[in-house]
């Protein structure tokens, strides 16, 4: 069955910069656009807003921490649309500066959600994603700069096109493995789980690109991590220079990149350009 229509899936998107990218696909895709939330009841609410905007996206449940929901979301995008055709991690958390629980439950949590949920999301949707697709992993700039404080050995592990997913997996477990005892400075970490959870989603971004052009060289998927640069949201400062609406700019970019169009393809991309790595 060919589903007729397009669909473009954002996670976490009932608030910030999800809600954000959603807004704006709202205007500029050709096709259904969905919220996902975690909590229905703040899903529905962020319909309502864009709603009393003029827009029109649709709801579906999606905790990505809940393996049984990303496989009912996947289920039914498959379903009613035989696979998606834009996907946007965007889902993510972070513990303020002065929050005193301890690093290693914060290292735990936050790389629960930002790395292995998301990792989860793609496990289940990349199959899904259809010939022409765009997937976009939301990052951050301190994933770039987290990488700078690695030790030369996980620098250099980071940085190689011979990393496998099995091989990040490892490497962010013992992260927070070290973080609990206090021996992750010891093991070469930053001590920043945040940092150390968004160098796991842009590596994880580029293995995903490697796989997809030597998998399905033929389907033109392109994938890419990105920065939505520093944005007044709950997770960031309030004096940050962007929007939500600005912050939002790079992903939307890079979920529309052009028909055709073979780069950039497994990079990091901020303020719409490729930055190094
Ligand atoms: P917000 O806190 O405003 O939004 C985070 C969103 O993620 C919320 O919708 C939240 O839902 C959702 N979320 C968290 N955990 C889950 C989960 N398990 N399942 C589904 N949804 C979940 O922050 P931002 O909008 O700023 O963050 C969006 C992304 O941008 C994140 O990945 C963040 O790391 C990244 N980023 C943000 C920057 C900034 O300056 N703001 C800078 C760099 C990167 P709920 O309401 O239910 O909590």
Redesign the pocket.
Known sequence: SVSLYSVAVV??????????IVRALCKQFNGDVYV????VG?GEEAVKTLNSEGLKPKFHQ?????LNSIKNAAAYFKGKYDGVDILI??????FKASDTTPFGVQAEVTLR??FF?TRDVLTHFLPLVKAGGRVVN?????SASGLKQCSPELQQRFHSEDITEDELVVLMQRFVDEAKKGEHKQGGWPDMS?AVS?IGVTVLSMIHARHLSKERPKDGILINAC??????????APG?P?S?DE?AITPVYLALLAPGATEPHGKYVSDKEVQPW
């Open positions: 996670t976490g998107s009932n608030k910030g910069i999800g809600l954000a996902t939330s975690r909590d703040r999606l905790d990505i921490n809940d991690n965007n889902a993510g958390t972070a959600t930002n949920a939301v990052s951050s700039m301190l945040y968004k920065c939505p640069g520093w944005v007044r949201t709950e997770i960031a940050a962007k939500p912050g």
